[in-house]
Protein backbone atom coordinates (compact mmCIF):
# COMPACT_ATOMS: atom_id res chain seq x y z
CA UNK A 1 0.00 0.00 0.00
CA UNK A 2 1.76 2.89 -1.49
CA UNK A 3 1.86 6.68 -0.15
CA UNK A 4 1.44 7.33 -4.34
CA UNK A 5 -2.03 6.15 -3.80
CA UNK A 6 -3.02 8.62 -1.31
CA UNK A 7 -1.30 11.36 -2.89
CA UNK A 8 -3.33 10.69 -5.82
CA UNK A 9 -6.40 10.61 -3.79
CA UNK A 10 -5.48 13.42 -2.49
CA UNK A 11 -5.22 15.84 -5.48
CA UNK A 12 -8.66 14.31 -6.75
CA UNK A 13 -10.12 15.27 -3.82
CA UNK A 14 -8.53 18.77 -4.28
CA UNK A 15 -10.04 18.78 -8.02
CA UNK A 16 -13.60 17.37 -6.72
CA UNK A 17 -13.87 20.59 -3.92
CA UNK A 18 -12.40 22.89 -6.19
CA UNK A 19 -14.69 22.17 -9.36
CA UNK A 20 -17.61 21.89 -6.81
CA UNK A 21 -16.51 25.36 -5.48
CA UNK A 22 -16.43 26.59 -8.61
CA UNK A 23 -19.71 25.72 -9.69
CA UNK A 24 -21.31 26.38 -6.83
CA UNK A 25 -19.49 30.59 -7.02
CA UNK A 26 -20.54 30.41 -10.57
CA UNK A 27 -24.62 29.83 -9.73
CA UNK A 28 -24.01 32.54 -6.69
CA UNK A 29 -23.44 34.99 -9.48
CA UNK A 30 -26.23 33.99 -11.60
CA UNK A 31 -28.39 37.50 -10.34
CA UNK A 32 -25.52 39.27 -12.23
CA UNK A 33 -25.78 38.29 -15.72
CA UNK A 34 -27.39 39.19 -18.16
CA UNK A 35 -30.53 37.17 -19.96
CA UNK A 36 -28.71 36.47 -22.73
CA UNK A 37 -25.42 34.68 -20.94
CA UNK A 38 -27.63 32.95 -18.65
CA UNK A 39 -27.84 29.84 -20.36
CA UNK A 40 -24.14 29.58 -20.83
CA UNK A 41 -23.96 30.27 -17.21
CA UNK A 42 -25.67 27.10 -16.27
CA UNK A 43 -24.28 25.00 -18.87
CA UNK A 44 -20.94 26.42 -17.32
CA UNK A 45 -22.19 25.49 -13.74
CA UNK A 46 -23.55 21.87 -15.51
CA UNK A 47 -19.53 21.31 -16.69
CA UNK A 48 -17.94 21.80 -13.63
CA UNK A 49 -20.61 19.94 -11.47
CA UNK A 50 -19.82 16.71 -13.82
CA UNK A 51 -16.31 17.48 -13.32
CA UNK A 52 -16.71 17.43 -9.51
CA UNK A 53 -18.96 14.42 -9.96
CA UNK A 54 -16.11 12.39 -11.84
CA UNK A 55 -13.71 13.08 -9.13
CA UNK A 56 -15.53 12.47 -6.33
CA UNK A 57 -15.84 8.58 -6.89
CA UNK A 58 -12.28 8.59 -8.07
CA UNK A 59 -11.29 9.72 -4.88
CA UNK A 60 -13.29 7.50 -3.32
CA UNK A 61 -12.46 4.60 -5.67
CA UNK A 62 -7.72 5.66 -4.82
CA UNK A 63 -8.60 5.62 -1.16
CA UNK A 64 -10.09 2.05 -2.00
CA UNK A 65 -7.21 0.82 -3.45
CA UNK A 66 -4.63 1.84 -1.09
CA UNK A 67 -7.22 -0.10 1.37
CA UNK A 68 -7.32 -3.42 -0.99
CA UNK A 69 -10.49 -3.14 -1.31
CA UNK A 70 -10.89 -3.95 -5.09
CA UNK A 71 -14.40 -4.62 -5.03
CA UNK A 72 -15.53 -1.19 -4.43
CA UNK A 73 -12.74 0.16 -7.06
CA UNK A 74 -14.21 -1.71 -9.85
CA UNK A 75 -17.63 -0.52 -8.80
CA UNK A 76 -16.62 3.15 -8.18
CA UNK A 77 -14.78 3.13 -11.87
CA UNK A 78 -18.24 2.03 -13.12
CA UNK A 79 -19.97 5.12 -11.28
CA UNK A 80 -17.12 7.50 -12.47
CA UNK A 81 -17.95 6.31 -16.09
CA UNK A 82 -21.30 7.82 -15.76
CA UNK A 83 -20.70 11.33 -15.25
CA UNK A 84 -17.59 11.55 -17.46
CA UNK A 85 -19.76 10.56 -20.40
CA UNK A 86 -21.76 13.45 -20.07
CA UNK A 87 -19.01 16.14 -19.43
CA UNK A 88 -19.10 16.92 -23.30
CA UNK A 89 -22.94 17.85 -23.15
CA UNK A 90 -22.65 21.11 -21.37
CA UNK A 91 -19.54 21.74 -22.73
CA UNK A 92 -20.91 21.26 -26.78
CA UNK A 93 -23.78 23.23 -25.54
CA UNK A 94 -22.03 26.44 -24.22
CA UNK A 95 -19.51 26.50 -27.25
CA UNK A 96 -22.72 26.38 -29.46
CA UNK A 97 -24.82 28.85 -27.61
CA UNK A 98 -21.76 31.21 -27.17
CA UNK A 99 -21.32 31.31 -30.81
CA UNK A 100 -24.49 31.36 -32.44
CA UNK A 101 -26.60 32.36 -29.46
CA UNK A 102 -29.76 30.09 -30.38
CA UNK A 103 -30.77 27.93 -27.51
CA UNK A 104 -32.53 25.26 -29.35
CA UNK A 105 -30.04 24.67 -32.04
CA UNK A 106 -27.48 24.43 -29.29
CA UNK A 107 -29.75 22.19 -27.46
CA UNK A 108 -30.26 19.78 -30.19
CA UNK A 109 -26.79 19.29 -31.28
CA UNK A 110 -25.77 18.66 -27.49
CA UNK A 111 -28.41 15.83 -27.37
CA UNK A 112 -26.34 14.08 -30.09
CA UNK A 113 -23.53 14.51 -27.60
CA UNK A 114 -26.05 12.54 -25.01
CA UNK A 115 -26.52 9.76 -27.44
CA UNK A 116 -22.45 9.53 -27.94
CA UNK A 117 -22.39 9.17 -24.18
CA UNK A 118 -25.17 6.88 -23.69
CA UNK A 119 -23.79 4.47 -26.60
CA UNK A 120 -20.16 4.65 -24.78
CA UNK A 121 -21.82 3.41 -21.72
CA UNK A 122 -23.92 0.69 -23.33
CA UNK A 123 -20.52 -0.54 -25.05
CA UNK A 124 -18.82 0.12 -21.64
CA UNK A 125 -20.88 -1.77 -19.74
CA UNK A 126 -21.96 -4.51 -22.12
CA UNK A 127 -17.92 -5.36 -22.51
CA UNK A 128 -17.06 -4.74 -18.99
CA UNK A 129 -13.36 -3.80 -18.18
CA UNK A 130 -10.00 -5.77 -17.17
CA UNK A 131 -8.37 -4.67 -13.93
CA UNK A 132 -7.74 -3.10 -11.34
CA UNK A 133 -3.97 -3.45 -11.71
CA UNK A 134 -2.77 -2.19 -8.40
CA UNK A 135 1.02 0.69 -9.12
CA UNK A 136 2.59 2.46 -6.49
CA UNK A 137 0.76 5.56 -7.83
CA UNK A 138 -2.71 4.19 -9.37
CA UNK A 139 -5.07 1.86 -9.74
CA UNK A 140 -5.45 1.46 -13.30
CA UNK A 141 -8.80 -0.75 -15.49
CA UNK A 142 -8.66 -1.46 -19.47
CA UNK A 143 -11.99 -0.50 -21.20
CA UNK A 144 -12.66 -3.43 -23.01
CA UNK A 145 -14.36 -2.31 -26.13
CA UNK A 146 -12.43 -0.90 -29.45
CA UNK A 147 -16.10 0.65 -30.02
CA UNK A 148 -16.24 2.41 -26.90
CA UNK A 149 -12.65 3.84 -27.05
CA UNK A 150 -13.48 4.69 -30.45
CA UNK A 151 -16.47 6.65 -29.74
CA UNK A 152 -15.06 8.05 -26.97
CA UNK A 153 -11.70 9.68 -28.85
CA UNK A 154 -14.10 10.68 -32.10
CA UNK A 155 -17.87 11.88 -30.11
CA UNK A 156 -16.18 13.03 -26.98
CA UNK A 157 -12.79 13.98 -27.18
CA UNK A 158 -11.94 15.18 -30.76
CA UNK A 159 -15.18 17.24 -31.72
CA UNK A 160 -15.49 18.85 -29.08
CA UNK A 161 -12.10 19.52 -28.66
CA UNK A 162 -11.61 21.06 -32.18
CA UNK A 163 -14.78 23.31 -31.29
CA UNK A 164 -13.23 24.69 -28.09
CA UNK A 165 -10.38 25.81 -30.07
CA UNK A 166 -12.32 27.22 -33.06
CA UNK A 167 -13.59 29.43 -30.26
CA UNK A 168 -10.66 30.36 -28.90
CA UNK A 169 -8.98 30.96 -32.14
CA UNK A 170 -11.80 33.28 -33.47
CA UNK A 171 -11.75 35.48 -29.97
CA UNK A 172 -8.07 35.33 -30.00
CA UNK A 173 -7.73 36.71 -33.71
CA UNK A 174 -10.01 39.32 -32.48
CA UNK A 175 -9.02 43.33 -31.22
CA UNK A 176 -10.45 43.97 -28.53
CA UNK A 177 -9.86 45.42 -24.65
CA UNK A 178 -7.10 43.24 -23.08
CA UNK A 179 -9.53 42.71 -20.46
CA UNK A 180 -12.00 41.39 -22.35
CA UNK A 181 -9.42 39.19 -23.80
CA UNK A 182 -8.64 37.67 -20.73
CA UNK A 183 -11.94 37.08 -19.31
CA UNK A 184 -13.23 35.37 -22.50
CA UNK A 185 -10.11 33.28 -23.56
CA UNK A 186 -8.96 32.53 -19.84
CA UNK A 187 -12.04 30.29 -18.86
CA UNK A 188 -11.77 28.46 -22.85
CA UNK A 189 -7.60 27.96 -22.10
CA UNK A 190 -8.91 26.25 -18.30
CA UNK A 191 -12.02 24.33 -19.76
CA UNK A 192 -9.86 22.83 -22.51
CA UNK A 193 -6.95 22.21 -20.32
CA UNK A 194 -9.77 20.14 -17.60
CA UNK A 195 -11.48 18.49 -20.77
CA UNK A 196 -8.31 17.26 -22.42
CA UNK A 197 -6.63 16.23 -19.36
CA UNK A 198 -9.77 14.55 -17.87
CA UNK A 199 -9.89 12.32 -21.22
CA UNK A 200 -6.30 11.20 -21.17
CA UNK A 201 -6.88 10.11 -17.24
CA UNK A 202 -9.60 8.08 -18.48
CA UNK A 203 -7.82 6.20 -21.50
CA UNK A 204 -4.04 5.90 -20.58
CA UNK A 205 -2.58 2.93 -18.88
CA UNK A 206 0.14 4.75 -17.82
CA UNK A 207 0.38 5.44 -13.84
CA UNK A 208 2.81 8.51 -14.06
CA UNK A 209 0.77 9.94 -16.90
CA UNK A 210 -2.15 9.67 -15.06
CA UNK A 211 -1.13 11.48 -11.88
CA UNK A 212 -0.15 13.94 -14.23
CA UNK A 213 -2.87 14.14 -16.05
CA UNK A 214 -4.66 14.70 -12.96
CA UNK A 215 -2.44 17.56 -11.60
CA UNK A 216 -3.40 19.17 -14.66
CA UNK A 217 -6.61 19.08 -14.44
CA UNK A 218 -6.30 20.47 -11.06
CA UNK A 219 -4.58 23.75 -12.68
CA UNK A 220 -7.30 23.98 -14.71
CA UNK A 221 -9.44 24.33 -12.37
CA UNK A 222 -7.33 27.07 -10.84
CA UNK A 223 -7.14 28.56 -13.88
CA UNK A 224 -10.78 28.73 -13.81
CA UNK A 225 -11.25 30.46 -11.33
CA UNK A 226 -8.14 32.89 -11.83
CA UNK A 227 -10.10 33.59 -15.25
CA UNK A 228 -13.02 34.59 -13.26
CA UNK A 229 -11.53 36.17 -10.03
CA UNK A 230 -8.13 37.51 -10.99
CA UNK A 231 -6.05 39.17 -7.74
CA UNK A 232 -4.92 42.15 -7.75
CA UNK A 233 -1.49 41.71 -8.43
CA UNK A 234 -2.38 39.52 -11.24
CA UNK A 235 -5.03 42.00 -12.66
CA UNK A 236 -2.05 44.16 -12.14
CA UNK A 237 0.53 42.50 -13.69
CA UNK A 238 -1.36 41.85 -17.18
CA UNK A 239 -3.07 45.66 -17.25
CA UNK A 240 -6.50 44.49 -16.52
CA UNK A 241 -6.88 46.33 -13.36
CA UNK A 242 -10.13 47.97 -13.87
CA UNK A 243 -8.95 51.53 -12.70
CA UNK A 244 -11.60 52.85 -10.02
CA UNK A 245 -12.70 56.74 -10.87
CA UNK A 246 -15.53 59.22 -10.04
CA UNK A 247 -15.90 61.65 -12.90
CA UNK A 248 -14.61 65.01 -12.79
CA UNK A 249 -17.77 67.54 -12.98
CA UNK A 250 -16.92 71.43 -12.66
CA UNK A 251 -18.59 74.28 -13.74
CA UNK A 252 -17.34 75.49 -17.48
CA UNK A 253 -16.91 79.06 -16.13
CA UNK A 254 -14.38 77.68 -13.49
CA UNK A 255 -12.67 75.33 -16.43
CA UNK A 256 -12.00 78.48 -18.67
CA UNK A 257 -10.75 80.25 -15.48
CA UNK A 258 -8.44 77.58 -15.37
CA UNK A 259 -7.29 77.94 -19.02
CA UNK A 260 -7.06 80.93 -19.06
CA UNK A 261 -4.72 80.94 -16.30
CA UNK A 262 -2.59 77.73 -18.03
CA UNK A 263 -2.57 79.95 -20.64
CA UNK A 264 -0.95 82.72 -18.93
CA UNK A 265 1.44 80.38 -16.62
CA UNK A 266 2.96 78.58 -20.40
CA UNK A 267 3.41 82.70 -22.03
CA UNK A 268 5.05 83.35 -18.49
CA UNK A 269 7.50 80.40 -19.14
CA UNK A 270 8.08 81.67 -22.63
CA UNK A 271 8.76 84.88 -21.44
CA UNK B 1 -22.80 46.39 -59.81
CA UNK B 2 -26.38 45.97 -58.79
CA UNK B 3 -26.42 44.87 -55.60
CA UNK B 4 -29.66 46.18 -53.44
CA UNK B 5 -28.79 49.20 -50.75
CA UNK B 6 -30.24 48.37 -47.21
CA UNK B 7 -31.29 51.94 -45.98
CA UNK B 8 -31.95 50.33 -42.60
CA UNK B 9 -28.38 48.67 -42.40
CA UNK B 10 -26.96 51.87 -43.71
CA UNK B 11 -28.61 53.95 -40.90
CA UNK B 12 -27.41 51.35 -37.84
CA UNK B 13 -24.08 51.46 -39.39
CA UNK B 14 -23.74 55.01 -39.65
CA UNK B 15 -25.51 55.38 -35.87
CA UNK B 16 -22.45 52.83 -34.91
CA UNK B 17 -19.53 55.16 -36.16
CA UNK B 18 -21.70 58.17 -35.00
CA UNK B 19 -21.30 56.54 -31.25
CA UNK B 20 -17.99 56.80 -31.61
CA UNK B 21 -17.22 60.32 -32.02
CA UNK B 22 -17.39 59.37 -36.43
CA UNK B 23 -19.89 61.74 -37.43
CA UNK B 24 -18.58 62.57 -40.97
CA UNK B 25 -18.14 59.71 -43.50
CA UNK B 26 -18.86 56.45 -42.80
CA UNK B 27 -20.50 57.91 -39.47
CA UNK B 28 -23.11 60.30 -41.77
CA UNK B 29 -26.35 58.47 -43.26
CA UNK B 30 -26.51 61.22 -46.32
CA UNK B 31 -23.10 60.37 -47.43
CA UNK B 32 -23.81 56.57 -46.88
CA UNK B 33 -26.67 56.46 -49.27
CA UNK B 34 -25.68 58.77 -51.98
CA UNK B 35 -22.16 56.95 -52.00
CA UNK B 36 -24.56 53.52 -52.14
CA UNK B 37 -26.42 55.14 -55.37
CA UNK B 38 -23.40 56.09 -56.89
CA UNK B 39 -21.61 53.28 -57.05
CA UNK B 40 -24.74 51.10 -57.85
CA UNK B 41 -24.80 52.74 -60.97
CA UNK B 42 -21.14 52.78 -61.80
CA UNK B 43 -20.73 53.41 -65.39
CA UNK B 44 -24.12 54.90 -65.75
CA UNK B 45 -25.62 58.43 -65.05
CA UNK B 46 -27.35 58.59 -61.69
CA UNK B 47 -30.26 60.95 -61.28
CA UNK B 48 -30.60 62.64 -58.34
CA UNK B 49 -34.43 61.83 -58.25
CA UNK B 50 -32.68 58.05 -57.34
CA UNK B 51 -30.44 59.72 -55.06
CA UNK B 52 -33.87 61.36 -53.37
CA UNK B 53 -35.84 58.04 -53.00
CA UNK B 54 -33.64 56.63 -50.30
CA UNK B 55 -32.57 59.99 -48.68
CA UNK B 56 -35.63 61.57 -48.44
CA UNK B 57 -36.50 59.78 -45.01
CA UNK B 58 -33.09 61.60 -43.64
CA UNK B 59 -32.69 64.78 -45.35
CA UNK B 60 -34.36 67.17 -47.45
CA UNK B 61 -33.46 67.88 -51.26
CA UNK B 62 -31.44 71.50 -50.60
CA UNK B 63 -29.24 69.54 -48.00
CA UNK B 64 -28.61 66.51 -50.37
CA UNK B 65 -28.08 68.83 -52.77
CA UNK B 66 -25.26 70.90 -51.26
CA UNK B 67 -23.62 67.50 -50.16
CA UNK B 68 -23.44 66.32 -53.47
CA UNK B 69 -21.69 70.35 -53.91
CA UNK B 70 -19.76 70.56 -50.97
CA UNK B 71 -18.77 67.22 -50.73
CA UNK B 72 -18.92 64.82 -53.65
CA UNK B 73 -18.01 67.63 -56.73
CA UNK B 74 -15.55 69.13 -54.49
CA UNK B 75 -13.60 66.44 -53.64
CA UNK B 76 -13.44 64.57 -57.38
CA UNK B 77 -15.27 61.84 -55.71
CA UNK B 78 -18.55 62.12 -58.49
CA UNK B 79 -18.59 64.70 -61.37
CA UNK B 80 -22.04 66.48 -62.57
CA UNK B 81 -22.63 65.50 -66.49
CA UNK B 82 -25.76 66.97 -66.98
CA UNK B 83 -28.73 68.94 -65.17
CA UNK B 84 -29.78 66.54 -62.13
CA UNK B 85 -27.40 63.65 -63.40
CA UNK B 86 -24.08 62.37 -61.46
CA UNK B 87 -21.37 60.04 -62.40
CA UNK B 88 -18.82 58.38 -59.70
CA UNK B 89 -15.21 58.99 -60.26
CA UNK B 90 -12.70 56.47 -59.67
CA UNK B 91 -11.77 58.10 -56.65
CA UNK B 92 -15.35 57.42 -55.34
CA UNK B 93 -15.33 54.23 -56.14
CA UNK B 94 -12.36 54.12 -53.85
CA UNK B 95 -14.58 55.93 -51.07
CA UNK B 96 -17.37 53.18 -51.76
CA UNK B 97 -15.29 50.04 -51.38
CA UNK B 98 -13.97 51.61 -47.81
CA UNK B 99 -17.43 52.05 -47.18
CA UNK B 100 -17.94 48.54 -47.88
CA UNK B 101 -14.87 47.71 -45.41
CA UNK B 102 -16.52 49.74 -42.78
CA UNK B 103 -20.13 47.97 -42.78
CA UNK B 104 -17.70 44.76 -42.54
CA UNK B 105 -16.25 46.32 -39.72
CA UNK B 106 -19.89 47.27 -37.93
CA UNK B 107 -21.07 44.03 -38.74
CA UNK B 108 -17.34 41.88 -37.34
CA UNK B 109 -17.73 44.07 -34.10
CA UNK B 110 -21.45 43.70 -33.76
CA UNK B 111 -20.85 39.15 -33.91
CA UNK B 112 -18.13 39.80 -31.44
CA UNK B 113 -20.15 41.95 -28.95
CA UNK B 114 -22.79 39.70 -29.04
CA UNK B 115 -20.22 36.48 -28.46
CA UNK B 116 -18.84 38.49 -25.84
CA UNK B 117 -22.71 38.83 -24.21
CA UNK B 118 -23.60 35.69 -24.21
CA UNK B 119 -20.26 34.41 -22.29
CA UNK B 120 -20.78 34.23 -18.74
Not at chain 1, 44 to 59: D, E, Q, R
Not at chain 1, 209 to 238: C, D, S
Not at chain 2, 9 to 15: G, P
Not at chain 2, 86 to 107: C, E, P, V
Request: glycine letters at 6%; charged letters at 20%.
Amino acid sequence: MSAGLLLNATICFAITISSFAFAWVLARSYPEHNDKSKPALWSLIALWSLVGLTYLPTTIRMIAAYMGDQRLDLMLYYVTAIPFSFVTVPLVFFILYVIIGDQKISGYISFLFVLFGATYLAFFYSSGVLGPVITPLSSLFTINSDIAINIYLIGLFVIPTAMIIGLLTLILLQRMPKRLRYRTALPLVAISFVFDFMLTDMITLDDAMQLAARIFVLIGTVQAFLAYFPPMTLQEKLGIKRYEYNLYEKEEDEEDTDLDNEDEEEADIIV
Amino acid sequence: MSEEIDVRLEQEVAEFYQSLGIHQGPGDIQYRLILKVLSKNEGKITEFSEIREYTDKFADKGSIGSKMKTVFQLEGLAEKVKRGGYIITDKGITASNFLKDTTNFYKKNKRIGEIIERMP
